[in-house]
């Protein structure tokens, strides 16, 4: 009986230990892959900007940050923001993986809706990140 | 995995019922075109339980007591996520986006086979090797894509 129990036990274990072993696979690339993170400490004017590099590839990261621009859809295309075109935070600090972000302050609209995205910059490659929304406070 | 058996039938063949827990991530990455490349990664992440139902036959042996079985299993999704990061590179220049690739069916229906043998060790407990290929009808179905999942399983484990 005892075994039995011992027996039961061990295989819930191994059970739990099996379930709980699982892990997102995203081949990697040369280039960095940031995830623009949601937006936090909305105000009318402001806002902190966050953001992620899973991986860094390659080469080193010698700049990231964050673009924005008013949200806009012009002949049924959304316009994204890029760093030619659009309202940017540069940071040149160095980094290699992990979460960065950016308090922005007297930088928006009271209630406009923005485009965000966040990048990444080595030597050969620019990387934008998925581009996610938000609108200012009223 | 939970697995009752009722050898009430006969005494070679028996009933089998099992339950069990899985969590499985499955994975896909694709390329297409050269100066304007397009790279995909698509991530399923299903948790699932699953439930098959069969009968066994266990093959007239002393020690190592050989068996087959088969029957029809089921499979309830408990939570399912798809994740389908694209990332397009012209000049240097990589823009990602990132969204839901499709919704994963609430349940999977599909049968099974296996083949194994099992040995007592102590008492009532028997320790057994098998191997169980399932076919399931997956994971997506719609007019133009649909999907089967295959799956091929080594269990080795102790019965009491």
């Given at each position: 009986m005892r075994t039995n129990q011992i027996v039961l036990f061990?295989?819930?274990?191994?059970?739990?230990?099996?379930?709980?072993?699982?892990?997102?696979?995203?081949?990697?690339?040369?280039?960095?892959?940031?995830?623009?993170?949601?937006?936090?400490?909305?105000?009318?004017?402001?806002?902190?900007?966050?953001?992620?590099?899973?991986?860094?590839?390659?080469?080193?990261?010698?700049e990231h940050g964050f673009v924005w621009m008013e949200y806009k859809v012009l002949n049924e295309v959304l316009q994204s923001p890029s760093l030619e075109y659009s309202e940017k935070v540069v940071i040149t600090q160095p980094i290699t993986t992990g979460v960065f972000n950016s308090e922005i302050s007297n930088a928006f609209d009271a209630g406009t809706k923005y485009t965000i995205r966040a990048y990444a910059r080595s030597?050969?490659?620019?990387?934008?990140?998925?581009?996610i929304f938000f609108t200012s406070l009223n | 995995m939970f697995n009752v058996s009722s050898p009430r039938v006969n005494e070679r063949?028996?009933?089998?019922?099992?339950?069990?827990?899985?969590?499985?991530?499955?994975?896909?990455?694709?390329?297409?075109?050269?100066?304007?490349?397009?790279?995909?990664?698509?991530?399923?992440?299903?948790?699932?339980?699953?439930?098959?139902?069969?009968?066994?036959?266990?093959?007239?042996?002393?020690?190592?007591v050989p068996y087959v079985n088969f029957g029809l299993s089921s499979t309830i999704h408990l939570s399912a996520s798809t994740e389908w990061i694209k990332e397009v590179e012209y000049n240097k220049i990589v823009r990602t986006t990132e969204r839901s690739a499709f919704e994963v069916e609430s349940h999977q229906v599909g049968y099974w086979g296996g083949v194994g043998v099992k040995r007592t060790i102590y008492g009532s407990l028997q320790a057994f090797i098998e191997v169980k290929y399932e076919i399931t009808d997956g994971i997506y179905q719609d007019a133009y894509l649909n999907s089967k999942v295959n799956n091929l399983a080594f269990l080795i484990g102790i019965n009491f």
């Open positions: 061990a295989s819930l274990l191994l059970m739990l230990v099996i379930a709980s072993c699982s892990k997102d696979i995203i081949t990697p690339r040369e280039y960095p892959r940031v995830k623009t993170l949601e937006v936090s400490n909305i105000s009318k004017t402001g806002a902190t900007f966050n953001a992620e590099i899973i991986y860094q590839g390659n080469q080193k990261i010698i030597n050969e490659y620019l990387v934008y990140g998925k581009f | 063949i028996s009933i089998q019922a099992s339950i069990f827990y899985l969590s499985t991530t499955y994975s896909s990455y694709t390329v297409r075109g050269t100066t304007l490349a397009t790279r995909s990664d698509v991530i399923i992440d299903i948790k699932q339980l699953k439930i098959p139902v069969g009968v066994q036959y266990e093959f007239p042996a002393k020690k190592l």
